[in-house]
């Protein structure tokens, strides 16, 4: 009996030992720069899986029930293309798919739309990432800088890109690249 609770509090104090040792490393590895905090390091395996886990969970929880406000026409969906080429097509590009010198400093890489669109997710997700951003990303929130209307407008552009009313689509056309500087190495 006495031996059993001998042993116990061994292990309790080895456990309390080892986690006070990691919270001691973490604080050094931060205290002394050996955490990155340059924006062209690869980010460490731990923080790429917490950051998209976090991410889906989130959306999981507060995006999926977000419905539009907005019906689906011509208009709104120009309005949508427009704003886009003011707020987004720096990062995310315009319809030559060309990254611009700001995309591709991005450490998480910013997807480029005429590529790689958002047309299968659900259109509240992406007004939700447009409204509140991604942490650990570049991705900005816009819920103090542009109103709720012109997040739906835009979120129902980028849910339509692939098939854009005639107007719509010759507005994302005529967006001008966003790829201004050339890399001269
Ligand atoms: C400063 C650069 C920057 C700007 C400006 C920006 N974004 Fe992003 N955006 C990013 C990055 C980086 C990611 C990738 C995040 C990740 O890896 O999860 C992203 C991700 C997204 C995603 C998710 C893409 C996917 O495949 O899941 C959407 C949707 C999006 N942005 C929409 C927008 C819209 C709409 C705007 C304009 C209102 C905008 N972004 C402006 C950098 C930017």
Redesign the pocket.
């Known amino acids: 009996m006495a031996n059993g609770s001998h042993s116990l509090r061994v292990m309790f104090m080895t456990l309390v030992g080892a986690a006070l040792l990691l919270i001691v490393l973490a604080l050094i590895a931060v205290w002394t720069g050996a955490m990155p905090a340059n924006a062209d390091a690869a980010p460490g395996r731990l923080e790429t899986w917490a ?2 886990r976090s ?1 889906h969970a989130t959306l999981n929880r507060d995006a999926l029930g977000l419905k539009s406000p907005l019906s689906t026409n011509d208009s709104i969906l120009t309005q949508g293309v427009r ?2 080429g003011t ?2 097509a ?3 590009g315009t319809s030559d798919g060309k990254a611009s010198a ?2 591709r400093g ?1 450490y ?4 480029q739309f005429a590529k ?1 669109d ?1 047309t299968d ?1 659900p259109v509240g997700v ?1 007004y939700w ?2 409204t509140h951003g ?1 942490r650990f ?4 929130a ?1 819920d103090s800088t ?1 109103t709720t209307n012109e ?1 739906w407008t ?2 129902t552009f ?1 849910a339509r890109q692939d098939s854009l009313t005639p107007g719509a689509l010759a507005a994302w056309k005529a967006l001008p690249s966003s790829v201004e500087v050339k890399k001269s190495e």
Do not use: E, S, W
């Open positions: 950051a998209k991410l704003l886009y707020y987004c720096v990062c995310h700001v995309a991005l998480q890489h910013a997807p790689d958002v997710d992406t990432k447009i991604i990303t570049g991705m900005p816009f542009l997040r835009i979120a980028l």
